[in-house]
């Protein structure tokens, strides 16, 4: 049916007593949606969809999470040691913090077979073992000795002195300025004598010799000639019968002719070039000169290190340390997954799935639209507060408060109706 016409309001009357009705039209043509569609006594058909315009859908937040996932939860401790040597203050197992400052990173030292690591995830503080008092401690760095190298720049060692040390080289270099004398302690110092002289390693650099005594007669080589005081002359030279007869001094020093001086006969004789012929001795007469003892050269060669004084006068707390692995499965939820409707903000309809792995800590995502649809709501503002509470495994409550961290809108079709 269709009625026509322009201008004002045109009315068709019936007999409504015989169940006929009135039609009130304006003549102008009008599109019936089907939201409009909406008395069942009118028969419609074909009525186009509407478009809808839908906006503030939430898209996100600006946490996802209140709390970490438990550390316990995500790793296994799979080892706790504690290794720290009193004398040498060396650790190779433990953690060291700073009693006044147990917060600062910096003040944390931790170790892990004697190798330097990070506390964190996989190494963490264990137990306190004690108070350690501050103090500067000689840390080594290598020790070496080799003091016969061909190749100078190869040699590394000290050299005794008596009890001290007179003189130290490391690499070929003269490092003696640089060391610290055994029994002082001095922080500046960069090298040590790991061992005493008793322990050093004795070395004859020359052996035990003999030299002329040249200073009894300086303008003679050392050679001495005066009348029954300085000469020799030899008896039978050439012979099996040969006999040295000689005077020091006017002193028959004849039996120390040409023996080997030493440390407790230091002193010998020998025959000098010859002063006359002695005719009635029918020998020639020599003068005479002193030889002297010459002790051999020993050296005491000991090992030498290298290192520095290292640490501080703060005292630190000593604890063990533990060593985690990351579980190779999934960690179990505390509470499973959930949908949970979100309340406040300016608009309405919004959820979240949310999780947990431990009393109080939860984590949360808007569904996707494929699984919960509308889940991110509608008329909602970016920037403003919603809240969600949520049910700890032990039954408490937790409150949580979510900034909404950006909004869309969509404009969708409502299906056509055939009436």
């Known amino acids: 049916m269709q009625l026509l016409g322009q201008g004002g309001l045109r009315t068709v009357n019936s007999n409504t007593s015989l169940g006929e009705f009135n039609i009130s039209y304006t003549g102008v043509e009008e599109k019936l949606y089907v939201d409009k569609a909406s008395n069942g006594e009118f028969k419609f058909s074909s009525i186009a969809p509407s478009e809808v315009l839908t906006s503030g859908i939430v898209t996100g937040f600006t946490e996802t999470a209140n709390a970490p996932v438990p550390l316990e939860v995500l790793y296994d401790l799979v080892a706790e040691e504690l290794d720290y040597d009193e004398d040498t203050r060396d650790l190779r197992y433990g953690v060291l913090i700073n009693v006044p400052n147990p917060n600062d990173p910096d003040a944390t030292y931790a170790r892990w077979n004697g190798a330097q690591v990070e506390i964190g995830d996989i190494y963490r503080v264990g137990t306190l073992s004690g108070i350690i008092p501050g103090q500067l401690v000689w840390v080594r760095e290598e020790i070496r000795l080799n003091h016969s190298d061909p190749v100078q720049a190869n040699r590394n060692?000290?050299?005794?002195?008596?009890?001290?040390?007179?003189?130290?080289?490391?690499?070929?270099?003269?490092?003696?300025?640089?060391?610290?004398?055994?029994?002082?302690?001095?922080?500046?110092k960069l090298y040590r004598s790991v061992d005493s002289v008793l322990q050093a390693e004795k070395v004859e650099l020359t052996p035990a010799g003999e030299r002329r005594v040249v200073e009894d007669n300086p303008s003679g080589n050392g050679e001495i000639f005066a009348a029954n005081r300085f000469y020799v002359f030899i008896r039978n030279p050439d012979t099996p019968y040969e006999q040295y007869v000689a005077k020091w001094d006017g002193v028959d020093v004849s039996a120390l002719m040409n023996i080997t001086p030493t440390f407790a006969n230091h002193l010998s004789y020998r025959v000098g070039i010859q002063e006359y012929f002695d005719n009635d001795l029918n020998l020639p007469v020599y003068k005479i000169y002193r030889v002297q003892h010459v002790p051999p050269v020993i050296a005491y060669y000991g090992r030498i290190e290298k290192g520095s004084y290292v640490g501080d006068m703060v005292d630190r707390k000593l604890y063990s340390i533990e060593k985690y692995e990351e579980k190779t499965e999934s960690p179990a939820f505390d509470v499973a997954p959930a949908i949970y409707n979100v309340v406040g903000g300016s608009?309405?309809?919004?959820?979240?799935?949310?999780?947990?792995?431990?009393?109080?800590?939860?984590?949360?995502?808007?569904?996707?639209?494929?699984?919960?649809?509308?889940?991110?709501?509608?008329?909602?503002?970016?920037?403003?507060?919603?809240?969600?509470?949520?049910?700890?495994s032990n039954g408490t409550t937790l409150g949580v408060t979510l900034y909404i961290n950006g909004?869309?809108?969509?404009?969708?079709?409502d299906p056509a109706k055939s009436r």
């Open 407 to 413: 909004v869309t809108e969509t404009t969708r079709l």
């Open 347 to 392: 608009g309405t309809g919004l959820k979240v799935s949310a999780s947990s792995f431990a009393v109080d800590q939860w984590q949360w995502v808007i569904p996707e639209e494929s699984d919960v649809p509308g889940a991110g709501g509608s008329g909602y503002v970016n920037g403003e507060a919603v809240s969600v509470t949520f049910t700890n």
């Open 157 to 188: 060692f000290v050299q005794f002195d008596g009890s001290g040390v007179g003189a130290a080289f490391w690499d070929g270099v003269d490092v003696t300025s640089q060391l610290e004398q055994p029994g002082d302690r001095d922080t500046t």
